[in-house]
């Protein structure tokens, strides 16, 4: 098992930068895939970025591609999302997970992930 603490959100005008981070505590981090899902008030839950197990590929939704980077530290256990480029659109509850595989974690959530953060919250004003 692992737990999982997001920090880093917060409020920023159209055009900023945020990054978010993700304190990973139990099991061996560098074992699972990590990533970022989100939800906004009234949308599904969706995921954004993803790191596949021991670090090997990065998946982004096309809502994020070239804005959004996730990476990840093994030693300080670590995920993080380096969010430039915000937009109003990206104001959402930002959730940090992980689990064994990542199967379709890109877009709408299907239910298949054991393991979440309690959330930070982003808010974009324009």
């Known amino acids: 098992q692992v737990q999982l603490v997001e920090s880093g959100g917060g409020s920023v005008q159209a055009g900023g930068s945020l990054r978010l981070s993700c304190a990973a505590s139990?099991?061996?981090?560098?074992?699972?895939?990590t990533g970022w899902f989100r939800q906004a008030p009234g949308k599904e839950r969706e995921g954004v970025a993803v790191i596949g197990t021991f670090g090997i590929g990065t998946y982004y939704a096309d809502s994020v591609k070239g804005r959004f980077t996730i990476s990840q530290d093994n030693a300080k256990r670590t995920l993080y999302l380096q969010m430039n480029s915000l937009k109003p659109e990206d104001t959402a509850m930002y959730y940090c997970?992980?689990?064994?595989?990542?199967?379709?974690?890109?877009?709408?959530?299907?239910?298949?992930?054991?393991?979440w953060g309690q959330g930070t919250q982003v808010t974009v004003s324009s």
């Open positions: 139990g099991d061996t981090f560098s074992r699972y895939c």
């Open positions: 997970v992980a689990d064994r595989t990542c199967p379709f974690w890109i877009g709408v959530y299907r239910g298949n992930i054991n393991y």
